[in-house]
T-cell receptor
Framework: KAGVTQTPRYLIKTRGQQVTLSCSPI?????VSWYQQTPGQGLQFLFE???????NKGNFPGRFSGRQFSNSRSEMNVSTLELGDSALYLC???????????????FGEGSRLTVL | AQSVSQHNHHVILSEAASLELGCNYS??????LFWYVQYPGQHLQLLLK??????LVKGIKGFEAEFIKSKFSFNLRKPSVQWSDTAEYFC????????????FGSGTQLTVLP
């Protein structure tokens, strides 16, 4: 079956703009998690959604937000972009919250955001 | 709060050399431990995981890891690396509780020279 799909794969924005990233989970998966990956900080947890509800949130400012739709697709939004927001944003899905009994998350290839 | 520390930022080996990547975690309760791998241009994928039972776990492509509770460690090993093992390796921990999340280490870039 198809894997996790993230769009767009690459995008360039300027400071102060906002961006919306999309994630379509594996069919049947209802949990979607978002991570920010940077060379200096590694992978940092942003938030997790399950059945349209935010279950958990990482330590990021309020400029970072997300939502999940009834079909389990998720979007994350970053407003008032800063240079430091340049990163690879990864989405991961699982059938149950936090990967359920196996804990395994299935990752997409990411959306690479460059802020100029 | 949980945290993960990976000791090596970049490891360079020749083919057939043995590999051991260090991983230490910090968490006061029961943990689940993972190693994920990211091959060049590909998505993160699970290499192996430990939930309970035998502390020596085997994963794909000949990798294994040993959970040593007393040392809070979960080191990754492979007896003989191949050029195709060149990738970035991430150790991760997930604590218990209803709002558990996967916390990753900073990653180790492994380069295997042919």
């Amino acid at each position: 079956k198809a894997g996790v799909t993230q769009t767009p794969r690459y995008l360039i924005k300027t400071r102060g703009q906002q961006v919306t990233l999309s994630c379509s989970p594996i069919s049947g998966h209802r949990s979607v998690s978002w991570y920010q990956q940077t060379p200096g900080q590694g992978l940092q947890f942003l938030f997790e959604y399950f059945s349209e509800t935010q279950r958990n949130k990482g330590n990021f400012p309020g400029r970072f937000s997300g939502r999940q739709f009834s079909n389990s697709r998720s979007e994350m939004n970053v407003s008032t972009l800063e240079l430091g927001d340049s990163a690879l944003y990864l989405c991961a899905s699982s059938a149950k919250p936090s990967g359920g009994n196996t804990g395994e998350l299935f990752f997409g290839e990411g959306s690479r955001l460059t802020v100029l | 709060a949980q945290s993960v520390s990976q000791h090596n930022h970049h490891v360079i080996l020749s083919e057939a050399a043995s590999l051991e990547l260090g991983c230490n975690y910090s968490y006061g309760g029961t943990v689940n431990l993972f190693w994920y791998v990211q091959y060049p241009g590909q998505h993160l994928q699970l290499l192996l995981k430990y939930f309970s039972g035998d502390p020596l776990v085997k994963g794909i492509k000949g990798f294994e890891a040993e959970f040593i509770k007393s040392k809070f460690s979960f080191n990754l090993r492979k007896p003989s690396v191949q050029w195709s093992d060149t990738a970035e390796y991430f150790c991760a921990v997930m604590g218990s509780g209803s709002a558990r999340q996967l916390t990753f280490g900073s990653g180790t870039q492994l380069t295997v020279l042919p």
